[in-house]
């Protein structure tokens, strides 16, 4: 099992960018995919982002956030990041970080399971 903490989030202007970074240990964590979710306020969580294993060659993004947030690894440092740009208000949710064992990049929170404790985003207008 590997155990997983976010960091990175904070308060931002709408327009502005924040760097979240989820960090693993306790297992082999290229044989990991993560995912990025995030939740807020009276909402469901949400799917956010998604890397593949190993190299990390397959991304996926949910529409709300293409062409803004990027996902990416750094195995060297057991880390995977969330660059989130051009943020806006209703980007403003707590985001967590997920993985799960094996090549399927997973859209579905059911599918991982493995959480870190979660990071608050908040953008403001």
């Known amino acids: 099992q590997v155990q997983l903490v976010e960091s990175g989030g904070g308060s931002v202007q709408s327009g502005g960018s924040l760097r979240l970074s989820c960090a693993a240990s306790g297992g082999t964590f290229s044989h990991y995919a993560v995912g990025w979710f995030r939740q807020a306020p009276g909402k469901e969580r949400e799917f956010v982002a998604v890397?593949?294993?190993?190299?990390?060659?397959?991304?996926n993004y949910a529409d709300s956030v293409k062409g803004r947030f990027t996902i990416s690894r750094d195995n060297a440092k057991n880390t995977v990041y969330l660059q989130m740009n051009s943020l806006k208000p209703e980007d403003t949710a707590v985001y967590y970080c997920?993985?799960?064992?094996?090549?399927?990049?997973?859209?579905?929170?059911?599918?991982?399971?493995?959480w870190g404790q979660g990071t608050q985003v908040t953008v403001s207008s």
């Open positions: 997920a993985a799960r064992a094996g090549s399927y990049a997973s859209l579905l929170m059911g599918e991982y399971g493995n």
């Open positions: 890397i593949s294993w190993r190299d990390g060659i397959y991304t």
